[in-house]
């Protein structure tokens, strides 16, 4: 647990870095966005199958700074969960998580449109409950995600984006100790500002 939690600090400076000092002789625009939408588990493993879990809610708020005309990077907190049962049994559960995360974005700017495309990797903590139990995670990730933003003028700016997520969890219920992921697609909305 120590050597995750040193890792994930390590993962946490290392995007502040790639945000501030490397990019600061280029000429650029900060922004914040927040992205609202749906996680959709993709489990395919163990007691976890995804046609026992529902979609859930899940919410960014991302700061990004533009490097160029096509490249940004992202440093970013969000919160997903799902609830279901396992297959094996009737019982109840409940995934919630929180992650830290950075996102490298390719970007092409086609007048007030942005494509992009992009990846990055995350530190996730997961809080699994099994009525009235619980346990709690933390584990790596990474993701990649694609989406389009539109310019309403210099500082606004709406979008869509789709993402996917690679990460494993454990947790215990009772004396057994299950693997799993959290593996799943994300599609939202984006609502951003420039300045």
Known sequence: ???????????????????????????????????????????????????????????????????????????????????????????????????????????IPLGPVELYGGGGFGVYISKTSFYPDHDVNTNLGLHALAGGIFNINERLFLGLEGKYLWSSASFTNGSVTVDAQLDGIFVGAIVGVKF
């Open 1 to 107: 647990m120590k050597r995750i939690w040193r890792m994930g600090f390590f993962i946490i400076f290392a995007s502040f870095s790639l945000i501030f000092f490397p990019f600061q002789s280029f000429a650029g625009d900060y922004y914040v966005s927040f992205k609202p939408g749906v996680y959709i588990p993709q489990y395919k493993h163990g007691f976890l199958q995804d046609e026992q879990f529902d979609e859930g809610p899940n919410l960014e708020a991302v700061f990004g700074k533009y490097v160029n005309n096509n490249l940004a990077g992202e440093l970013g907190i969000g919160y997903f969960e799902t609830k279901g049962e396992l297959a094996s049994s009737s019982t109840q559960m409940k995934e919630q998580v929180f992650d830290i995360f950075y996102t490298l974005k390719g970007l």
